[in-house]
């Protein structure tokens, strides 16, 4: 139950680790020969359905307090037997990059998932591997529980992701690692993180950036070596303590060693454009990726955006907490084209405008686009209750923070959840900011 808001606040706080660059350096290391260590590696749900993937597939893997080390088995070294079924818990990111590292395995290999993402479309990820070679049962499935098994016949194909899905541009890449020949890509632009570990790690990859889409060719390495690896914070974490300092009165915050990648900025942009004052400092590169402090100070009243749609992907997993921001902004904000975003854990477009709705702020809803109706001075006294949203961790985060900032008297069910992306998130709310839930 949260039925009391932040007083001002003056703070400095980290965030766990990234969960795209968490699960990539897992699935690489793993294919590498030797020994490599990750420090700060994400300590969550997802990614630990992915450490459990990968043990069953006879890797092993020490975690302990965000320290990792996996013994690299190389390139398709992983022990196949018959009957394995991994399981990617509620994991899009597990469920689809796994695969394209069993496109030879000899024999069938199940892949289940939770509630959540036994309703998500894999179709996105069979067809480029079915067409590279791989066979998934039952056919024309599309969904989990799926089956694949691998081939030793592979061909390279030239693939169109056409979506703005850094898991779909991945998952090819990653299957170029067991591809004679040359992967081609025409990308639309999305996060390039599994680009920047190429690079990293001398695997063949050659980039042109062209306005709107990305032309990339990948092809199979000799061998992988290992590498070690510090984790940034997660932007996406850091999101939700931005919109707290935005949306509670005369507080300033800064989160420091945050990944500061540009194809994961979408949200800043989206938030200085609504007048925010948000700052980045001690920038650095560091294997490949940006990172540095986000400074945020919430001096000023914001205003509606009509976000463009160039920015979608780079803020996908951000747009819940946008739309909560957007509530309190002056005026009506528009975010359209982003269908993809009630194919996620949850049909979030539909659930962010349910929840905003419920707490009387006016939304008009499409397929694709929502408007949002901001009223500045919104402050709540009625009482709320947030259940059946598929456990997902972004609802339960968005929920937590409009009941800190516009007040009420919340039952927020599962909070738990949060843990599949953002252990401590609690811990942070009540060591910090003296909140329990
Ligand atoms: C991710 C890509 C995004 C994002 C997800 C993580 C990744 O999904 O929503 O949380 O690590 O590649 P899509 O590629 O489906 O847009």
């Known amino acids: 139950m949260i039925s009391k808001t932040v007083q001002k606040f003056n703070k400095t706080l980290k965030v766990d680790g990234d ?54 088995r190389g390139i398709n070294g992983f022990k196949f037997k018959k009957n394995i079924t991994l399981n990617a818990g509620n994991s899009g990111t597990v469920g689809r990059l796994i695969l394209p590292l069993l496109i030879r395995s000899p024999y069938k290999i199940r892949i289940i998932g939770d509630k959540s993402l036994s309703k998500r479309d894999f179709s996105r990820v069979i067809n480029p591997l079915n067409e590279i070679g791989a066979k998934f049962y039952p056919k024309n499935r599309g969904r989990l529980p799926i089956s694949i098994i691998g081939s030793d016949y592979l061909r390279p194909i030239s693939y169109y992701e056409k979506r703005g899905s850094a898991q779909c541009k991945t998952c090819v890449m990653l299957a170029s690692l067991n591809t004679p020949g040359e992967m081609r890509i025409f990308a639309k632009k999305s996060r390039n993180h599994t680009e920047l ?32 690896l510090n984790i940034p914070g997660d932007i996406s974490s850091a999101s939700f303590f931005i919109a707290l300092t935005l949306l509670s ?6 989160l420091k060693n945050i ?24 920038i650095k590169t560091f294997k490949g990726e940006r990172r540095g402090d986000i400074f945020v100070k919430s001096d000023k009243e914001l205003k509606a955006i009509n976000c463009p749609s160039s920015l979608n992907s780079s803020a996908i997993d951000e747009f819940l907490i946008i739309f909560l921001i957007a509530a309190r902004s002056k005026g009506v904000s528009y975010f359209k084209d982003l269908s993809e975003l009630n194919k996620k854990e949850s049909p979030r477009l539909k659930l962010g405008s349910k929840i905003l709705n419920m707490i ?7 397929r694709n686009s929502i408007k949002i109706y901001g009223q500045p001075n919104i402050s709540l006294s009625k009482k709320y209750e947030v259940k059946n949203y598929l456990k997902d961790h972004r609802i339960m985060a968005m929920c937590t923070i409009a009941a800190l900032t516009f007040g009420g008297n919340w039952k927020i069910y599962d909070p738990e959840s949060i ?18 839930i």
């Open 259 to 282: 990944n500061l990648n540009p194809s994961r900025l979408g949200i800043l942009k989206i938030l200085n454009k609504m007048g925010a004052n948000i700052k980045l400092k001690n």
């Open 249 to 254: 009165k005369k507080s300033q915050l800064r």
């Open 19 to 72: 969960k795209s660059i968490s699960i990539r350096w897992l699935l690489l290391a793993s294919q590498a020969i030797g020994v490599s260590k990750a420090t700060n590696l994400l300590g969550s749900e997802d990614v630990f359905s992915a450490i459990e993937c990968l043990k069953k597939l006879g890797v092993q893997i020490n975690f302990n307090n965000n320290n990792c080390i996996i013994y690299g």
């Open 197 to 228: 570990m190429f690079k990293e790690l001398k695997i063949p990859i050659k980039i042109k950036n062209k306005k709107n889409f990305n032309i990339i060719k990948t092809s199979r390495p000799t061998k992988l070596s290992k590498f070690n």
């Open 419 to 436: 843990n599949t992306s953002f252990p401590s998130f609690l811990k942070i709310l009540n060591e910090s900011f003296k909140i329990k």
């Open 360 to 366: 009387g702020i006016k939304t008009k809803l499409t």
